[in-house]
């Protein structure tokens, strides 16, 4: 891909980014309006984030992938249970991945 394509690529995506935001703000509030709706628009980005957590950590090339990503967001959902600071189980993730590809695991 030359140089030039990837460049209209990122200027077009963060246009389109701007549009939907823009747009989002145009929404009259009755279409948003009520407890339901709230709600799943109030979940939405979590399931989003969730499904791209997910993708991320057993996608592979056509086929599930499990290694020390798997490990790792299940070391991270373990600290986040037991309320540990972000950061703690950011550094703490990536020290449990790191470990386990040195060893020879993913």
Same mark, same amino acid.
């Given at each position: 891909?030359?140089? =030039?394509?990837l460049?209209?690529?990122?200027?077009?995506?963060? !246009?389109?980014?701007?549009? =939907?935001?823009?747009?989002?703000?145009?929404?009259?509030?009755?279409?948003?309006?009520? #407890?339901?709706r709230s709600?799943?628009?109030?979940?939405?980005?979590?399931?989003?984030?969730?499904?791209?957590?997910? =993708?991320? =950590?057993?996608?592979?090339?056509? #086929?599930?992938?499990?290694?020390? #990503?798997? !490990?790792?967001?299940?070391?991270?959902?373990?600290? %986040?249970? %037991?309320?540990?600071?972000?950061?703690?189980?950011?550094?703490?993730?990536?020290?449990?991945? !790191?470990?386990? #590809? !040195?060893?020879?695991?993913?």
């Open positions: 891909m030359s140089s =030039t394509v460049w209209v690529s990122v200027l077009a995506a963060c !246009a389109l980014g701007f549009v =939907t935001k823009y747009l989002g703000h145009l929404v009259p509030e009755s279409l948003v309006d009520g #407890r339901r709600r799943i628009i109030g979940l939405l980005p979590v399931a989003l984030l969730a499904g791209l957590v997910v =993708t991320q =950590t057993v996608g592979g090339d056509e #086929r599930i992938v499990l290694d020390a #990503r798997l !490990a790792a967001v299940a070391l991270a959902v373990v600290l %986040l249970w %037991l309320r540990a600071n972000f950061v703690i189980v950011v550094v703490a993730a990536a020290a449990l991945a !790191a470990g386990l #590809r !040195a060893l020879g695991w993913g």
